[in-house]
């Protein structure tokens, strides 16, 4: 096979767009100034009587069954190029891991480290090799063209190369439930110089508890500065007042270490009042060093 100049993914839908596009306007055009005009020549007015009785004409519907073919021959051409395109992945790709889950996203680099944000070099093609710990989730750049479903239990995959740096919507673009409209994040496309100094510097070891939090996607649910979002903020969670339903019972009680572990392993026993009973369980789902891990952290968590 030849080599195959890199065609980005960009070129390759937009390219296919606007000749279809076209092909629908001149099409659009010609039938209407058509229509008008037999409207207006064979007014009933204007032509009383027909003035010719012939029921058919074989080189006029021969046209119109080989123009058309034609048409939509080149529009399947361009389509499918295109398809083409955005399946063959450019042999120098970087991979890269897109896990999503309800309801956030996490990436995992070559060098195993993660970022909740989808950080590409500029002029390089990435692949992400998409997966999904629950349900479908799907991933979707516009910018870029892209749209790939992440199906539990396989592997799908989208590349696609940022040729400007900038920093672009990532939305999740199949209705996951409750918090499907927020699990948006962003790809930053950086030049690969500040690329492969981002890849190497060691996250700034924030916190430990803060990063099992993003490693287990609570932060896509969950603020850590006292806005509410899906679910309850984790600023100040520990020793809080809160009413909890609890099998159709509302029940006032005080956040604790108990309290907050079963909030993860089984939430849906007793959710907050006020808001949906939107969590996954966790049980079976978490190893116990995080789970504690977690509950260290918030049970630190001040005011
Ligand atoms: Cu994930 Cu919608």
Redesign the pocket.
């Known amino acids: 096979m030849n080599p195959q100049p890199l065609i980005t993914t960009t070129e390759a839908v937009d390219k296919a767009f606007y000749v279809i596009f076209g092909i629908s306007g001149v099409s659009l055009l010609g039938i209407t100034v058509a229509m008008i005009y037999i409207i207006w020549r064979y007014n009933r007015k204007r032509q009383p009587q027909p003035v010719s009785q012939k029921d058919h004409n074989i080189w006029l519907e021969t046209t119109w069954i080989i123009i058309p073919t034609i048409l939509v021959g080149i529009m399947f051409w361009y389509g499918w190029e295109g398809y083409l395109s955005l399946r063959r992945i450019p042999d120098n790709a970087i991979p890269i891991q897109g896990s ?1 889950r ?2 956030s996203w996490l990436f995992t680099y070559e060098n195993g480290k993660t970022s909740d944000k989808l950080y590409v070099p500029v002029g390089q093609p990435v692949n992400i090799r998409l997966s999904s710990e629950d ?4 991933f979707y750049v516009p910018a870029f063209r892209v749209k790939r479903d ?1 199906v539990p239990g396989m592997e799908t995959y989208a590349w696609f190369v940022a040729e400007e740096p900038g920093s672009y919507d990532l939305f ?6 409750v918090a ?2 927020s ?1 948006i994040t962003t790809v930053e496309a950086i030049s690969p110089a500040e690329f492969a100094g981002w890849l190497a510097e060691k996250p700034a070891v924030v916190d430990a508890g803060q990063e099992l939090l993003q490693k287990h996607g609570c932060l896509g649910c969950h603020s850590l500065d006292g806005s509410a979002m899906v679910g309850p903020s984790f600023q100040g969670i520990s020793g809080r007042q809160v009413s909890v339903v609890s099998n159709g019972r509302t029940v006032a009680l005080t956040t604790d270490r108990t309290y907050l572990e079963k909030a993860i392993l089984e939430p849906d026993d007793e959710i907050v009042e006020g808001y949906p009973p939107a969590m996954p369980p966790y049980a079976g789902r978490i190893p116990d060093e995080d789970l504690s891990g977690i509950l260290d952290y918030l049970m630190g968590l001040k005011k």
């Open positions: 999503s309800m309801w349900v479908l989730h799907s992440c999740c673009a199949e209705y996951c439930g499907h409209s699990m």
